[in-house]
Nanobody
Framework: QVQLVESGGGLVQPGGSLRLSCAASGGIFRLYAMGWYRQAPGKQRELVATITSGSITKYGDSVKGRFTISRDNAKNTVYLQMNSLKPEDTADYYC?????????WGQGTLVTVSS
C-alpha cells in the first residue's frame, strides 16, 4: 500500500502562489494515477487536478488556468503549482494515489488565502 505525505501548505495573500508537494512511498509510483483534492469547511471534498501514469492531466473548473499538476517519477513526487490564489481556494488539500480503483490518501495540508 502506498503512503502519501503532503507538504507546502500555508498562509498566502490573494493573488499569491504556493506549490504543494506529495511524496509517495511503498509502491511503484509511476504506475499510479495521482490527484489533488480539497475540502473547505462545511463543503464536500472536490477534485482539484489529476495526472495519469502517462501524464495526462485534468482540472476542476474552478482552478483551470491557475493551477498546474505535475509529477516527477524519479522523486516519487507529485506537485501542485497554485497561482493567482483566491480566498475561495482556502481548504485542506489532499493527495490521492489510485491504481485499479484502489486509492490511498495523504493526511492533508492546509492552504489559507487571506489578506
Amino acid at each position: 500500500q502506498v503512503q502519501l505525505v503532503e507538504s507546502g501548505g500555508g498562509l498566502v495573500q490573494p493573488g499569491g502562489s504556493l506549490r504543494l508537494s506529495c511524496a509517495a512511498s511503498g509502491g511503484i509510483f509511476r504506475l499510479y494515477a495521482m490527484g489533488w483534492y480539497r475540502q473547505a469547511p462545511g463543503k464536500q471534498r472536490e477534485l482539484v487536478a489529476t495526472i495519469t501514469s502517462g501524464s495526462i492531466t485534468k482540472y476542476g473548473d474552478s482552478v483551470k488556468g491557475r493551477f498546474t499538476i505535475s509529477r516527477d517519477n524519479a522523486k516519487n513526487t507529485v506537485y501542485l503549482q497554485m497561482n493567482s490564489l483566491k480566498p475561495e481556494d482556502t481548504a485542506d488539500y489532499y493527495c490521492n494515489a489510485d491504481r485499479g480503483g484502489i486509492s490511498a490518501w495523504g493526511q492533508g495540508t492546509l492552504v489559507t488565502v487571506s489578506s
